[in-house]
């Protein structure tokens, strides 16, 4: 759904609704959670929910988009932010640059243990159901496109080349990550904020990206 026209207070309650079915899909999956829960977790009637949304599978998928888009977003906001130092010559240590960038652009998003296991729920829950696969499909196409554009600009900007096709090194990249983000949510509170450890993302890093091209 395109909410680019929607009035301010309309995109609020989508958002309390997405966030609320994040909660409960970390505590209960989501065969497990009902729409009353949701609603009640978002402070919401029901009347609210099926104003936003048709299904429970509808709230699933937008929860994708939105969460997706506002990853990126944050992104996107972190190559601009390093796009100067990022332009600058071969640093001495690529690794401890790396490092560096990656915990900057780990540090704006903040995510809980809840919302680590929900997402893992979200995808799983996507694959096992048939009449929502394609739909699920055709928006994980969108927003890699997405994200393989954001790559190529910070690569770009680094004046550095991958080693390998980048579609390769952006799998490698979105595996590692989300069993970073699992190995951190581990044995946490539901509400901790979870910290990735970026040394594995960044040992890939930089033995998959040549910076010797750099003056």
């Given at each position: 759904?395109?909410?680019?026209?929607?009035?301010?207070?309309?995109?609020?309650?989508?958002?309390?609704?997405?966030?609320?079915?994040?909660?409960?899909?970390?505590?209960?999956?989501?065969?497990?959670a009902?729409?009353?829960?949701?609603?009640?977790?978002?402070?919401?009637?029901?009347?609210?929910?099926?104003?936003?949304?048709?299904?429970?599978?509808?709230?699933?998928?937008?929860?994708?988009?939105?969460?997706?888009?506002?990853?990126?977003?944050?992104?996107?906001?972190?190559?601009?932010?390093?796009?100067?130092?990022?332009?600058?010559?071969?640093?001495?240590?690529?690794?401890?640059?790396?490092?560096?960038?990656?915990?900057?652009?780990?540090?704006?998003?903040?995510?809980?243990?809840?919302?680590?296991?929900a997402?893992?729920?979200?995808?799983?829950?996507?694959?096992?159901?048939?009449?929502?696969?394609?739909?699920?499909?055709?928006?994980?196409?969108?927003?890699?496109?997405?994200?393989?554009?954001?790559?190529?600009?910070?690569?770009?900007?680094?004046?550095?080349?991958?080693t390998?096709?980048?579609?390769?090194?952006?799998?490698?990249?979105?595996?590692?990550?989300?069993q970073?983000?699992?190995?951190?949510?581990?044995?946490?509170?539901?509400?901790?904020?979870?910290?990735?450890?970026?040394?594995?993302?960044?040992?890939?890093?930089?033995?998959?990206?040549?910076?010797?091209?750099?003056?």
């Open positions: 759904m395109n909410t680019d026209n929607l009035s301010a207070r309309r995109r609020q309650t989508r958002s309390t609704l997405v966030e609320a079915g994040m909660s409960v899909f970390a505590v209960k999956g989501i065969d497990g009902s729409i009353e829960e949701i609603c009640e977790a978002a402070g919401f009637t029901r009347g609210a929910f099926y104003s936003n949304f048709s299904s429970r599978d509808d709230l699933v998928l937008a929860t994708i988009e939105q969460r997706t888009s506002h990853d990126l977003d944050l992104l996107d906001a972190a190559i601009e932010r390093w796009r100067d130092r990022l332009n600058s010559s071969q640093p001495e240590d690529i690794e401890g640059f790396l490092t560096e960038f990656i915990d900057d652009t780990f540090s704006q998003k903040r995510a809980t243990a809840a919302e680590v296991i997402e893992q729920e979200i995808q799983l829950y996507c694959l096992r159901t048939p009449d929502l696969y394609p739909r699920y499909a055709e928006l994980s196409s969108f927003q890699i496109q997405r994200i393989q554009s954001l790559i190529e600009n910070a690569i770009g900007f680094a004046r550095a080349a991958s390998i096709p980048l579609k390769d090194l952006i799998e490698a990249l979105t595996a590692v990550h989300t970073s983000s699992l190995r951190a949510a581990a044995g946490r509170e539901l509400h901790e904020v979870v910290e990735i450890d970026s040394t594995q993302m960044v040992r890939i890093l930089s033995r998959l990206l040549d910076f010797s091209q750099k003056a």
